[in-house]
């Protein structure tokens, strides 16, 4: 599922992001959810999230739960 919908992305939830500094390249960096930070509810190039480990980036892909 990709992460352009902000309505789909939740706090807790594993996904694939794009960093800034990887937005050239669209390396992927895996993580936990800790923050939504996007207010609209719809982003061309993906909801933008803080990961618990304190990194900020775009959802690209969300990925299945347990």
Do not use: C, F, Y
């Not at 719809?42 to 990194?55: A, F, S, W």
């Amino acid at each position: 599922m990709n992460g352009t919908n902000r309505a789909a992305v939740k706090p807790g939830q594993q996904v694939d992001i794009v960093l800034k500094q990887d937005q050239r390249t669209g390396k992927l960096t895996r993580g936990i959810v800790k923050d939504l930070l996007t207010n609209s509810s719809t982003h061309p190039h993906g909801i933008k999230v803080r990961l618990t480990d304190g990194q900020v980036g775009r959802v690209k892909h969300i990925l299945p739960g347990e």
